[in-house]
């Protein structure tokens, strides 16, 4: 079965700041989220983002929380999500960063994958270690999965102690090459290293081990082509995401190019 090839969402969190974040993350998911969440203009917005997606070439998409979150998304807005994804023809692989901080919140997360036929959730929440049981029941009573996505983790062994051992069913990985090139680990190795538990892949370059400046495929320290090798060897069918989310200019360019080496190396 071939990899679905998706695109995050999250590479647009500058786009809404026209560019300039200088506030960090937290900055542009508040500008997304505000510029997104008025209903009557959701159609409208929520239309103009995917039809971007699709003339980059994708028929899949990851969900970042900024453009639908469950905090805030009504019956409405969900349903208007649904519609204008089935007109663009566009899968939704995962929904992207976060699920709340609450068990409850949590479940309006599950119940939003379900609506919009999620398999995954891609991203972290405090509360698999503060309300593990709860997370897994939520989980399972909704046939979703949670891949846990390594961000400070300095290597695979940390992952997997976040991770813990019982409920490999529904509690995983969506690895994120990028931040294991920020923290200086072989990115295709803690693929190699995290066999077994790997839900969703976020394909992410990086120029430089410290920083988390993201770029094209092939412009920075990650081994990209190596990792692809690497999910070939293994057999890993699950989906792939291309993600650059630069706070300074539009990653359009850079997301097609990478787009197309990704597929060139699935190819081969």
């Known amino acids: 079965m071939p990899n679905t090839i998706s695109f995050m969402t ?25 510029y997104f969440r008025p209903l009557e203009t959701y159609a409208e917005r929520f239309k103009a983002m995917l039809a971007e997606v699709v003339a980059m070439g994708f028929s899949s998409l990851d969900l970042w929380h900024a453009h639908l979150d469950q905090s805030w998304a009504s019956a409405d807005h969900i349903a208007i999500a649904k519609d204008l994804l089935a007109q663009h023809n566009l899968t939704v692989t995962s929904l992207a960063s976060g699920f709340g901080n609450t068990v409850e ?4 997360t599950c119940r939003l ?5 999620v398999p995954v959730l891609g991203g972290g929440s405090p509360l698999l270690q503060s309300e593990r049981a709860a997370v897994v029941n939520l989980l399972r009573e ?36 990028g931040w294991f090139g920020t923290q200086g680990y072989d990115a295709a190795q803690a693929i190699a290293e995290l066999e077994g538990r790997l839900f969703h892949i976020h ?8 920083a988390h400046d993201t ?7 990650v081994p990209v082509r190596s990792c692809v090798e690497t999910l ?4 890993y069918t699950g989906p792939i995401c291309v993600e650059h989310e630069p706070e300074h200019f539009d990653p359009t360019a850079d997301v097609i190019a990478s787009r197309e080496m990704l597929e060139a190396w699935l190819s081969e």
């Open 215 to 221: 770029c094209r495929f092939g412009r920075g320290v």
């Open 105 to 108: 919140e949590f479940g309006r």
């Open 113 to 117: 994958a379900v609506a919009l036929n």
């Open 203 to 210: 394909l992410k370059d990086v120029l430089a081990a410290g």
């Open 142 to 177: 909704h046939g979703i999965v949670l891949g846990y996505e390594n961000h400070p983790e300095k290597t695979p062994q940390e992952v997997l102690a976040k991770l813990g051992n019982g409920d490999e069913d529904v509690i995983g990985v969506a690895l994120d090459t």
């Open 10 to 34: 999250a590479n647009f969190v500058a786009r809404q700041l026209d560019y300039h974040m200088t506030g960090g993350w937290g900055e542009g998911m508040r500008a997304t989220g505000d």
């Open 232 to 235: 070939q060897r293994l057999g």
